[in-house]
């Protein structure tokens, strides 16, 4: 029988992370977290996630630089990746559009609803 | 005169002609004499021109008798209406056949609508006059060199050395001329033209300046000179770079607050779900997020009330030593109780300093939060401590926030003053430092920074005891 899903938080706040990882943790998910584009990267090379949720502004390594770098990285570009941020929702054209790289699957925008964020990780992760 | 071949020409001039003898009494007149001016006989030409009994002075008629030569000059006379009129004498002598001078010819023709003329050309010449001088802009006249020929008064006071010198280095301090350039273009194809230019006065201020082109074509349409106008539009630039930057700060705030009511929601969950499944650890963890999220909210209002407020400090004296320490004893718990060594070197002898209290406080507070800051997040070192220093000098001091956090690189060192730019994993605004240097620069201080990538920061904050009178006089636009 296989475990649990595994989810990859990608925030720079500290506090968004323990908040995703305590409410994903709580619907019976693993949850990793990395505070940049950098540290996710090197985490999923050690150990592939099921699932990533990525915030866009940071400090370091972008979303979108990670975002980019994922989608055309043969290895991982089939993980669904979850944006979630406070930047407007024109991002979501604005990271497919620049990159000519697929649209993110899902999109949440900050302060998130906790039922759709839910909603959004179980039904990729069906 | 009545055989004279000359009397139809005497008698159809458009001109009052009349026969002078030696008594100045007319004893011949021309047609349009006699119907303007009626009966002449026996009357002397100052009684029925200029209705005295007494000569002209100056009488070039008697003056032609004297030498014999023509003479002319303008004269004021009464017209057949009754009306004041001016008219051009000219006297010319008439000599019998022994040579001697026995009458003269008075000619006299109406000026007064020429006069009329030009009395309104020279109003207008003044009007015009007055209008390019005293107009609130540049105006200019320049040759095709781009020699300023002709400056009004708001330029030869804003711009030294007008007029004669030229425009490109009058107003750019350029050795050449624009690229390109509206004044040439309108001397190549006599249409106006219109750009925006950024021009520095003789006082040194950057002046945006909308310039417009004209052609000035002389008598046979050809183009000497054009007309440079041009409107300041300083205040309108600044205006628009206002209201930028307050679209920006929108922008930076409502980003900034989803997330701190995604952490504040973090927190509020962690806090319920801690209760519900009695797990104190949780609960704790909960209310710790929600505190921290308060405090931040807190401080964003306040550096957003002193962004929006862009006051001029309000001065007073205050003992630097004191301002420092309190600043100290209240950050000291904030960084202890997350295990940040905090240490304090303030010199009991620096002596007071004109300043606004609040600000002075809300700018130290600043750079030492984010001292804490850049120790928190900072995971390559086992230890870290925040020091702050306090030294007096002669004219100025010096407040100095050190730590061993995560220091900054060359571009973040750069960007560190710029409103908005955070390197604080998303917990800033952007406006800490912003305003943080807004407020030395104010009291007529600078903050340098000295800062290492992963080694650490030293903010020096360079504050003069008396600021000078031009940072705190005029109201910031």
Not at chain 1, 74 to 90: A, F, L, N, Q
Not at chain 2, 396 to 425: C, Y
């Amino acid at each position: 029988m296989p475990g649990p899903k595994r989810i990859l938080i990608v925030d720079d706040e500290q506090d968004i992370r323990t908040y995703l990882s305590t409410l994903f943790g709580d619907e019976g998910y693993e949850t990793s977290e990395a505070r940049d584009g950098g540290e996710a990267l090197q985490q999923i090379q050690a150990a592939p996630p099921d699932l990533i949720t990525l915030d866009i502004s940071m400090p370091e390594k972008s979303g979108i630089r990670f975002y980019r770098e994922i989608r055309i990285d043969e290895r991982w570009k089939h993980i669904p990746i979850v944006v979630v941020t406070g930047v407007s929702e024109d991002m979501k054209t604005f990271i497919s559009s620049r990159h000519q790289v697929p649209a993110p699957e899902g999109f949440v925008s900050k302060p998130i609803d906790r039922e759709e964020i839910v909603d959004v990780v179980r039904s990729l992760l069906k | 005169m009545a055989d004279n071949p000359y009397k139809h020409y005497f008698e159809m001039m458009p001109a009052y002609l009349t026969i002078l003898d030696r008594d100045l009494r007319i004893v011949e007149a021309n047609q349009r004499f006699r119907q303007d001016f009626g009966d002449y006989e026996g009357k002397c030409c100052y009684q029925i021109n200029q209705h005295r009994s007494e000569r002209c002075e100056n009488c070039p008629a008697e003056r032609t008798f004297r030498d014999g030569q023509s003479h002319g000059n303008e004269e004021k006379f009464t017209n057949s209406l009754g009306n004041e009129a001016f008219s051009l004498v000219y006297t010319t002598p008439i000599a019998n056949d022994a040579g001697q001078i026995t009458h003269v010819m008075r000619m006299a023709t109406d000026i007064t609508e020429i006069k009329l003329l030009q009395n309104q050309i020279r109003d207008s010449r003044e009007r015009y006059r007055q209008l390019f001088e005293e107009v609130p802009c540049y105006i200019s006249i320049q040759d095709p060199n781009l020699r300023i020929v002709e400056a009004n008064r708001r330029l030869r006071e804003d711009f030294a050395g007008l007029p004669g010198d030229k425009c490109y280095r009058a107003y750019m301090h350029r050795a050449e001329p624009c690229v390109p350039c509206v004044a040439k273009q309108t001397f190549g194809d006599g249409q106006v033209h219109q750009s925006e230019e950024v021009m520095t006065s003789s006082r040194g201020d950057q002046v945006n300046v909308l310039v417009y082109t004209a052609p000035v074509r002389d008598a046979q349409g050809q183009i000497k000179h054009i007309i440079e106008m041009g409107t300041d539009i300083t205040q309108i630039r600044q205006l628009q770079s206002q209201l930028t930057s307050l679209g920006l700060i929108i922008s930076s705030i409502s980003h900034g607050i989803k997330g701190l009511l995604t952490s504040l929601d973090g927190g509020v969950y962690l806090v319920n779900t801690g209760l519900a499944k009695n797990d104190r650890a949780r609960f704790e963890q909960g209310w710790k997020m929600v505190e921290r999220n308060i405090t931040r909210v807190r401080r964003m209002v306040l550096d957003l009330l002193y962004y929006a407020k862009d006051r001029v400090p309000e001065l007073e004296t205050i003992p630097a030593q004191a301002v420092a320490e309190e600043v100290c004893e209240v950050m000291r718990g904030k960084a202890v109780e997350i295990g940040i060594g905090f240490r304090w070197e303030i010199d009991k002898n620096t002596g007071n300093l004109d300043a606004d209290s609040k600000a002075i406080r809300s700018l130290l507070v600043n750079l030492v939060e984010n001292a804490i800051d850049a120790c928190r997040v900072d995971k390559k070192k086992a230890a870290h401590l925040v020091r702050i220093g306090l030294k007096g000098y002669p004219d100025h001091i010096e407040f100095e926030v050190e730590d061993n956090g995560i220091g900054m690189d060359e571009e973040i060192r750069e960007r560190a003053f710029s409103l908005f730019f955070s390197s604080k994993r998303g917990s800033g605004t952007g406006l800490g430092l912003f305003i943080s240097n807004k407020i030395a620069q104010a009291h007529g201080g600078e903050i340098k920074i000295e800062s290492e990538l992963n080694k650490g920061t030293r903010m020096i904050v360079k504050l003069p005891r008396k600021p000078p009178a031009s940072v705190t006089e005029a109201p910031k636009v």
